[in-house]
């Protein structure tokens, strides 16, 4: 089944109420998992999609694809006006953020650990080579940020244990991109560790490429909603919230994927 809309944000303005009611009242689980991922939850929308037939019914709607394995929503009126209607992209409450911090980090290092197993044993393409990824304890200690200094460091941390040592590692193997390479393998995962290469390259460079350019803009349009910078509240960790979420639900989907 499929809605019968039109497939431009002129016309679909006139029926989002309508389409939207319909979800609500006959649909509700579905409407409720379209609400998590509108608001930017992809990593609790990834975990609660394991239990239900929710995912297949989005699809089945027209509502739901995926991109390099990373669900998303198709009509980004109706995404906009879910999201709008829910209070806006999600973000962790203050209060919350340590605690927040110290389950997600950690968990983090535990499922990509357990994602190399799965790798070795599916004898698939290694992501770090024999000794993992180094400086696990620095990785471990990251902490809630509240400014833009303190994201730097957090995104530095990421790039230098995440991506800088598949780089070594393709290095060593004489095979210089070997990073870009694991698209093709990882396309999930690698989505998670371009977003960490490309925020460190505006964080520690003055001057950046086009093409890196063109791609910062581009995350930072998905992760903050299409809202400007500057228009968002607690940009710095809204912005590490995105990034440890989407590599969160990227372990997932890897995972997941070679189970």
């Given at each position: 089944?499929?809605?019968p809309?039109?497939?431009r944000?002129?016309?679909?303005?006139?029926y989002?109420?309508?389409?939207?009611s319909?979800?609500?009242?006959?649909?509700?689980?579905?409407?409720?998992?379209?609400?998590?991922?509108?608001?930017?939850?992809?990593?609790?929308?990834?975990?609660?999609?394991?239990?239900?037939?929710?995912?297949?019914?989005?699809k089945?709607?027209?509502?739901?694809?995926?991109?390099?394995?990373?669900?998303?929503?198709?009509?980004?009126v109706?995404?906009?006006?879910?999201?709008?209607?829910?209070?806006?992209?999600?973000?962790?409450?203050?209060?919350?953020r340590?605690?927040?911090?110290?389950?997600?980090?950690?968990?983090?290092?535990?499922?990509?650990?357990?994602?190399?197993r799965?790798?070795?044993?599916?004898?698939?393409?290694?992501?770090?080579?024999?000794?993992?990824?180094?400086?696990?304890?620095?990785?471990?200690?990251?902490k809630a940020?509240?400014?833009?200094?303190?994201?730097?460091?957090?995104?530095?941390?990421?790039n230098?244990?995440?991506?800088?040592?598949?780089?070594?590692?393709?290095?060593?193997?004489g095979?210089?991109?070997?990073?870009?390479?694991?698209?093709?393998?990882?396309?999930?995962l690698?989505?998670?560790?371009?977003?960490?290469?490309?925020?460190?390259?505006?964080?520690?460079?003055?001057?950046?490429?086009?093409?890196?350019?063109?791609?910062?803009?581009?995350?930072?349009?998905?992760?903050?909603g299409?809202?400007?910078?500057?228009?968002?509240?607690?940009?710095?960790?809204?912005?590490?919230?995105?990034?440890l979420?989407?590599?969160?639900?990227?372990?997932?989907?890897?995972?997941?994927?070679?189970?």
């Open positions: 089944m499929r809605w809309w039109v497939v944000d002129s016309d679909l303005c006139f989002c109420e309508h389409v939207v319909e979800l609500r009242q006959f649909y509700p689980d579905e409407y409720a998992m379209l609400e998590i991922l509108a608001r930017r939850q992809v990593s609790d929308f990834v975990e609660l999609a394991r239990e239900g037939n929710w995912v297949r019914h989005l089945e709607y027209g509502l739901l694809d995926e991109r390099s394995g990373i669900p998303y929503i198709t009509i980004p109706i995404e906009r006006y879910v999201a709008e209607r829910a209070g806006g992209i999600y973000s962790v409450p203050p209060s919350s340590k605690q927040w911090a110290s389950r997600r980090v950690p968990n983090i290092v535990h499922d990509l650990r357990a994602l190399e799965r790798i070795d044993l599916k004898k698939q393409p290694p992501l770090f080579g024999p000794n993992s990824f180094p400086e696990a304890d620095k990785l471990a200690a990251i940020v509240n400014s833009e200094q303190e994201f730097n460091n957090f995104i530095n941390v990421l230098r244990c995440l991506v800088e040592s598949i780089d070594r590692f393709g290095q060593h193997q095979q210089p991109n070997y990073f870009w390479d694991l698209k093709k393998n990882y396309p999930a690698f989505a998670a560790l371009e977003r960490i290469r490309v925020y460190r390259h505006n964080a520690m460079h003055s001057f950046l490429l086009p093409q890196v350019k063109e791609k910062l803009a581009a995350y930072l349009n998905i992760d903050l299409k809202q400007k910078p500057s228009d968002v509240p607690d940009l710095w960790f809204v912005l590490q919230q995105r990034v979420d989407e590599l969160f639900a990227a372990i997932q989907i890897e995972t997941a994927r070679l189970n």
